[in-house]
């Protein structure tokens, strides 16, 4: 999993009735974009992620496409 800095972090939720996560990766510590993250996440709270296999990362690129 890599990322870039503007990229975006959604966490499903993995209990039934629990709501997904989204935030805003505004930090990458890890090499060559890797993990860990630092996440803003939609809520204003800022977290350190190292994310499982219940997230995924939406490059920013499409992000751009779909605000056309």
Known sequence: MNA?????LHVHGNVVGQPDKQGEIIEVRGP?????????F????E??????????IEPR????????
Do not use: I
């Open 32 to 40: 060559d974009g890797g993990p860990p993250y630092l996440v803003r």
């Open 47 to 56: 977290a350190l992620c190292y994310p499982g296999p219940d997230a995924v």
């Open 42 to 45: 939609e809520d204003g709270h």
């Open 4 to 8: 870039t800095v503007g990229d975006r």
């Open 61 to 68: 690129e499409s992000q751009e496409f779909l605000e056309r």
